[in-house]
């Protein structure tokens, strides 16, 4: 089998599977009891999110810990609510706890909100668990120039004084093409000065969603000037079902769900211990390796796109080192899948999840290509399943059934 | 080490572990991606939610997969909202899914939910993950008697034709009653009997929390009567993190993030797969040692309270076999549980999130105990990792250090 999906997903390495095993069997305990067993596990399960936040240059208690990525990013939105929790307040206990608002009092969404009450940009290549919820606040797209990054001027025209939030990816997951971030909060911190000086006390806030970036980049979120970043375990050769929201001081949220108050009264459910000392362990390895990583996919990248035969690149530049995607003029990408998947290739069309609804992926679109041309696409993601050997094999998997295909459709 | 606190955490069987196993490594695959092997793991991610949901007499497709009952808990409160997806629906996806509301749409919260707004009943004895939840919805407490059994007069007293939504646990996580529900679903019947000669269209729902019950009841939705059930992998010998809502045809939910729309578009993010797989094999344990167990338990319960001394037993009558709650007058229990733990007996004061906020336990203010009667209760909550030999020991040690502990204030 020659695995090409990384990033749809990525094996638990063992090494992660070895520190969570312990937390499902020994150290099993509640973190919120009162024996000491059971606030060594509450302390090792702080350590855990110490680990994960000094990653990306920040503090265990900046980071609230989610099922995902897709409820991170669903968190960060509640940013543009006026917040009545500081990420920074104690645990809401007691009758005060109940003027805090949640998302889940569904009532208040009997009326649908309006377009003009959401000040949210966002771009137009994000990943549906941006879209959709962008999308419900009336969220409006940045455009992204044909090489996939963001148009920056577009950007610029469209921040108003309503703006509050503006989400764009750290990589996306369909190109892996790498936003220029610390450019976009350079505008930001120019439009909030001319805010401060006009008097408009509307806040403006960063958010980026890092789940395809968070093992192949050195992320810093101050040096990025990010307000809010998504993490992902999943991603990362951690567990499925475990990611993080950063939250800067400047953010203030809303909890998604009401309960016993973990995660700073943020995120309520008893603590998913082994998940999270699993997602810790995978940060860990993932920023140790980073730079041997990023030099071997670049070589492999490079091997890919120099055996393989009859392509257009998509991605050429601005990319994350493991992603290649390629463009078969004329050639159904489906049926392509399909036949490297008999040949023990395994590769998407595109994002996994909008591949298996049939849809036209929006990323392509966005970035101007025809139909045809994303009819014809393939993302091959490298990772760490895969060898040199696997490389150079699956370009000549892959040259094989695209000739053969073409010479099928001659006929 | 003898742990009486299974109420508040469970060790992962090591059955559970050995069945999440390859879907770690091996069955790592997003359930999404189109090739063979990932849709061979979406195939028994669905298996899995089958076993699931046939162990409470229901389909997969009725079973929404959550992170854990605190989200199954908020999620089922969606109910109360003009469903605009419906749990059979197809995954949204293009634009029409655009008009599908979500919670995390946050901007609609601006304006808090008014009391009048959210027709919600629940029982006073609920755990914070309802409680709260349904107190933002500007919910009603209905009474439970000092046998912590729900209080019918109150509950029928209380429904009116703005009553949509009634919540109370199968058993509650304090004391182990186990509520009469299908007494209540009878209510319920005829309440909507009524409503529907008289023309009134307002719906109805039961929403039990069923995380306590689940390993020591023999649940069927159906008989039961119940529309929304909560269930909970972490206190079955399953994963932390993994939880479920059974919704019945009669209710419709909201989902609180959106994303992918995976769950039929009411709960989005990649599969915890591993999760699931787990948390099928610890159901499907609990159901097959289901009898032996109770009887286990039974008997420990018994033995227990036999060679107790000095106490005063709280939950009499109506309770899991498992729970054990006793009130030693005069005694501070937060100080038993410390020099319990000094000779090895791992035990609890009350509800573990509420006990650690140092917050006298609402449960048994609500079933008329006195302060002096909270401050001197335990919880002792019998489990697998129990034997015959632990109860006779744990009793001797509990016996030993309450007789110091009266000594000790008597000078």
Redesign the interface.
């Known amino acids: ?1 020659i695995y090409l ?1 990384h990033a ?5 390495s ?1 090494k992660v ?1 070895e520190a969570m ?1 312990p937390y ?3 150290e ?3 973190p ?7 606030k060594k596990v509450a302390h090792n399960y702080e350590t855990a999110k110490g680990v994960i936040a000094h990653a990306i240059g920040a503090k265990a208690s900046d980071l609230i810990i ?6 991170a ?3 960060a ?2 940013a ?3 917040g009545q929790i500081s990420r920074s307040a104690p ?1 809401p ?2 009758p005060s ?2 003027a805090a ?13 309006s377009q003009d ?2 000040p949210v940009l966002y771009l137009s290549t994000e ?3 941006v879209r ?2 962008a ?4 969220g409006q797209e940045i455009d992204v120039l044909p090489n996939g990054l963001v148009n920056l001027d577009d950007l610029k025209a469209k921040i108003t004084d309503e703006t509050e939030l503006i989400s764009i990816s750290l990589a996306n997951n369909e190109l892996g093409t790498i936003q220029p971030l610390a450019e976009v909060a350079a505008i930001i911190r120019e439009i909030k000065l001319d805010r401060l000086k006009r008097g408009v006390k509307t806040k403006l806030l960063l958010h980026s969603d890092a789940s395809q970036a968070l093992n192949l980049l050195d992320i810093n979120v101050a040096r990025l000037g990010i307000d809010l970043l998504t993490l992902n375990a ?1 991603k990362i050769y951690g ?4 990611g993080a929201l950063y939250v800067s001081h400047n953010a203030k949220l ?1 909890p ?7 995660e700073n009264g943020l995120r ?8 999270v000392i699993g997602f810790a362990k995978a940060i860990e390895l993932a920023k140790e390796h980073l730079n041997g990583n990023r030099k071997k996919y670049s070589t492999w990248r490079k091997a890919l796109l120099a055996e393989l035969q009859g392509y257009e690149l998509i991605n050429k530049k601005h990319s994350l080192d493991s992603f290649v995607v390629l463009c078969y003029n004329g050639i159904d990408a ?1 049926r392509l ?2 036949l490297l ?1 008999e040949k023990g290739v ?1 590769v ?2 595109g994002a ?2 909008a ?3 049939g ?1 036209r992926s929006h990323v392509l679109k966005a970035i101007g290509l025809s139909d045809e041309q994303i009819a014809g696409s393939l993302r091959l993601t490298l990772g760490e399943t895969n060898t040199e050997e696997q490389v150079y094999e699956a370009a000549k998997i892959i040259n094989t059934v695209v000739r053969q295909e073409q010479n099928r459709l001659k006929n």
């Open positions: 089998m999906d749809a997903a990525t094996p638990v063992e599977l095993k499902f069997s020994d099993f305990f509640n919120s009891a009162a024996y000491l067993p059971a989610t099922a995902g990525a897709t409820e990013n669903n968190l939105f509640t543009i609510l006026d645990r206990a007691g706890a109940r608002g949640a998302n889940s009092c569904a009532a208040a969404l009997r009326n649908a909100p009450i959401c990943h549906d668990s959709r919820v999308e419900q606040c009336g999943a567990p499925k079902g475990v809303k998604l769900t009401l309960g016993g108050g973990q309520s459910g008893t603590e998913n211990v082994a998940g489906e899948v399909f998947e395994y998407a069309t996994a999840c591949a298996s609804k849809v």
